[in-house]
């Protein structure tokens, strides 16, 4: 268990004591303040759902197979080339340095859609001067930082646990990178 507290006076939990539960025993390996760090990266996974079902499954109908077999051969189809897609993207990050969060997914998409037809007209002689060209291109779509996402623990109604909503909670100040405002405490090693 890792202990920490936010010095940061803008998110929600600010001076509140919170513990992180790993499995990651080796603090030399895994260094408390990175695992903690790690904790913003856990909205990747609703934009992660997004771009699945909404920009690369662009069907609004259910799956088509009437078996739960299909169903699951499909739903493996669509996971496989959201990976490829991925990687892809990981792969034209590493050539510019870039974290792959900030490259377009649907740009991204799109030119590997359009890339394909390339692939296949050209002598395989030809297939690495695409592929730069592809991964060039993926790079300058790039998306700008992600803000912090923070959502105060309010609502309107009375006789809650959570503060009242009020005109402050509707536009907070930016809180500082998260990375910023983390203070492990004495017991915060991993115990």
Not at 43 to 71: A, C, K, M, N, Y
Not at 89 to 102: E, F, I, N, Y
Not at 120 to 136: E, F, I, K, N, S
Request: one cysteine or more.
């Amino acid at each position: 268990m890792i202990e920490y507290t936010i010095d940061d006076p803008q998110p929600p939990g600010h001076g509140e004591v919170h513990r992180l539960l790993t499995t990651l025993l080796a603090p030399e390996v895994y260094p408390p303040l990175e695992l903690i760090g790690c904790y913003p990266e856990r909205w990747e996974v609703e934009l992660t759902i997004d771009e699945i079902d909404t920009h690369q499954r662009l069907l609004q109908r259910p799956f088509r197979s009437l078996r739960p077999v299909g169903v699951i051969q499909e739903l493996y189809g669509l996971l496989l080339a959201h990976f490829i897609i991925r990687f892809i993207m990981h792969q034209a990050a590493l050539t510019g340095s870039l974290d792959p969060d900030r490259l377009s997914f649907i740009n991204s998409l799109r030119l590997i859609t359009d890339a394909l037809a390339d692939f296949q007209l050209v002598h395989p002689d030809h297939h690495a001067r695409l592929w730069l060209r592809l991964l060039t291109d993926i790079r300058h779509f790039q998306l700008p930082p992600r803000d912090n996402r923070i959502n105060p623990r309010v609502v309107k109604r009375k006789m809650s646990k959570f503060g009242k909503k009020r005109p402050e909670h509707f536009h907070p100040p930016p809180p500082a990178p998260f990375r910023d405002g983390i203070v492990l405490l004495e017991s915060g090693a991993c115990a």
